[in-house]
């Protein structure tokens, strides 16, 4: 293509920051993140504009890139003729000290605009640890960090992402938080800025809040007001204002086929980590698994049919390049066709040298098959299963309903079908675990290994066993749960790299790896903290937190001393966030949110769990109450769809697509 | 037991290899050649080029590299091949791989490759750096006596821990004018430079810090430099284009900025 001309001409209103940027860009490590420039990004018209988008996943570059929220939304939303959305990510410290020493402010990567300038900030949290994040961008960007400071000319910040599911800890820091599908949402609340505007933005920026709080699906946090007991916990959580809804609820996208997105996926021309086209081939999960806050919240399963999923694909490589496609979802394996979609691709791109992976950690041989299925092209890709939990016991608890023996089958044979390593996936910290409920993953893969040495006569296989520290998270029935402090973690960690170990044999044929259990406690008090926990965010951001998903910039010890800094004048401490059990009767800080799930057969689930009784999924066996379908008047959408999927169009020729009008 | 599987010889030969020269402009001259190895073979995909692969467990493009610009340098001048399992028109190839790539990445002709190898007809680069903000003056006087320096050793961070070498030997010719810069219109002190390449090779970095080291040169703000050419030294100091052998009044695209 001609000559990018560097970045163009642009209105007083929101000059491009590029001629300052560009300077600082030979100082820095991976420039190339900073510049946009990509495949399937959207430059458009800054003047023609009635409504200017800023889209931000508060993570680096090479993290936020794939995410399929904001290229979703920001594909969505500039589709729209009259509506304009950039993105902008975290910056990387070294970049953040010389944009304060040269005042350059946080900026959008499509034309470098300073973020201050847009109308609407959309921030999505994937994950709680990028809240100093979000301070960062603020800050840089010359917004109020306090959402009451802010004016006129200031863009509304809206959170989105499941992390939104609670927004209470950076209620302070935020106008909106939107709960739920953002597909339709961003159009709706387009929409009403875009009135709003037109009007001449009749009663400013309070006015446009309340239009948004009234869609009772956007959550205004100051309209809500948030009383205290004595002892700390809440007492209630109240509208300030007559004309707001008491509860807010969550959005749900129901026809996944109406929304074919991303339709021109964002290609980097930086290394990120997922570098691939990925299809959602469906949303949701009933599997029940109780620790699980995405199966909860995006609940019911809406599937995408087989001949949509088969066009996106063939669309999606044509136009990105990728060689690899990803089949996403919360368990793939479950879609009701997944079977012949794994199929049909595998004779679609047989030979082509594209790969495509099954993301799916069921415990069984379906699985297995699925596998083999997209393998046929010769590219194999890794096996992960996830029985979540040591013991039979524990498994009941969290209702990851798979025997010993049938994980024993499976891994077996996944070896015997060719696979030398398998991952299996668990967590540690589970409600009610004890150090033997750890101990037993040790003798699982010594299980593990034995058989499938005896079941293919080599000792040339091997397992990785691989740990994540469970979180405690809202609007699952493990909202109540006490978690397990650091130190128990880590003292179960060391129990079972010793039984791993325990036979040198075995051992040797088994990885292992684990994180400490420092950060879960800080996500623990993220995920489940109120508004007062705002005040510990803000400490550790000026106390310099950053990134605090990457170990290498995670400091515990700066949220230690910011917790007890700032909790004790409320009255309440880390230790209440954290390891406290929480009652029946307790007002948890997102009961207010509406997530669908009956509060009630949350609690009767919780205490399923403790009685260790298991729930089926109500994909094929009857509705088990979570209340989600009545509530928000949806239903499950499964097939089998009876489709098949449309044969590709072989290429002629050379196959070479020269563009008509060469430029 | 199931015996180790050997992927089959099953990718088409090669019948077809063709040279290319790129361009990496304004902003994306911050890609890395990393960067713009991942985006090249993307748009060899959805360029629909019959690239071929080689044999084994993960099939790679048959492409090769014979340059990489440095991270932040601009170039007019990069080179690469690539081997087809079908004959395809030079011509369309670049128009084809052009359309195909973000703008700023920008492949600017294609000729047949008719042997030889192109490595080897890459000795030595041609340079342009903007030096924003400087005294040409200054520069000019800095660049006298770095030319009458025998040896100027400079110092760089490498994988391999800091490196010191000598910037002036590999040093063909080296002039400064002053002209309007391509940045912001203003007046500077542009360098033209010829470098020979040699291990470890010399940066136009190495270079501004060779006329720090003999002439205390501080530079105001970043450069910009834009590698021009390269190609084969002559003995009278001229590049030879390396496509200049598999030419025959072949395909070519934009001409050369």
Known sequence: MSVASDAGTSPSTAPTVWPQLERLLPLISKPIQYVGGELGATVKDWDTASVRWALMYPDAYEVGLPNQGVQILYEVLNELPDVLAERTYAVWPDLEKLMREHGVPQFTVDSHRPVGAFDLLGVSFSTELGYTNLLTALHLAGIPLSAVDRGAGDPVVVAGGHAAFNPEPIAEFIDAAVLGDGEEAVLEITEIVRRWKAEGSPGGRDELLLRLARTESVYVPRFYDVDYLPDGRIQRVVPNRPDVPFRVHKRTTMDLDAWPYPKKPLVPLAETVHERYAVEIFRGCTRGCRFCQAGMITRPVRERSITTVGQMVAEGLEFSGFREVGLLSLSSADHSEIGDICSGLATAYEGSNVSLSLPSTRVDAFNITLAEELSRGGRRTGLTFAPEGGSERIRRVINKMVSEEDLIRTVVTAYTHGWRQVKLYFMCGLPTETDDDVVQIARLAHEVIKAGRQATGSKDIRCTVSIGGFVPKPHTPFQWAPMSSPEVIDNRLRLLKQAINSDRSLGRAIGYRYHDGQPSLIEGLLARGDRRVGAVIRRVWEQGGRFDGWSEHFSYQRWIDAATEVLPAFGVDLDWYTTREREELEVLPWDHLDSGLDKDWLWKDWQDALSEYEQDDCRWTPCFDCGVCPSMDTEIQIGPSGRTMLPLTPVSGNGLRVPAEAR | ?257
């Open chain 2, 1 to 257: 037991m199931t015996p180790k599987r050997q992927p089959e010889a099953n990718q088409e030969p090669v019948v077809q290899r063709i040279r290319i020269r790129y361009a990496k402009r304004g902003p994306l001259r911050f890609t890395s050649h990393r960067d713009f190895a991942r985006a090249f073979e993307r748009a060899v995909q959805r360029a629909g080029v019959p690239i071929a692969y080689s044999q084994g467990f993960t099939p790679h493009p048959r492409i090769s590299y014979a340059s990489a610009a440095p991270t932040g340098t601009g170039s007019e001048a990069e080179y690469l091949e690539v081997g087809l399992r079908a004959v395809v028109d030079p011509d369309d190839l670049v128009k084809a791989l052009d359309a195909a790539l973000s703008p700023g990445l920008d492949v600017l002709e294609a000729v047949e490759a008719r042997g030889g190898a192109l490595a080897e007809r890459i000795d030595a680069s041609h340079w342009r750096i903007e030096l924003p903000g400087t005294d040409p003056e200054a520069v000019d006087r800095a660049v006298a006596a770095f030319e009458a320096t025998a040896e100027v050793p400079v110092s760089r961070l490498t994988k391999q821990g800091t490196r010191t070498f000598d910037a002036r030997g590999p040093v063909v010719r080296i002039s400064a004018a002053a002209a309007p810069s391509e940045g912001d219109g203003r007046t500077c002190a542009i360098l033209d430079l010829v470098v020979r390449q040699v291990t470890p090779t010399v940066r136009p970095d190495d270079v501004l810090s060779g006329l720090r080291v003999v002439a205390d040169l501080e530079l105001p703000v970043p450069p910009r430099a834009i590698r021009l050419a390269q190609g084969s030294l002559t003995a009278q100091g001229e590049l030879v284009d390396p496509l200049f052998a598999d030419r025959d009044g072949a395909a070519s695209g934009a001409p050369p900025v």
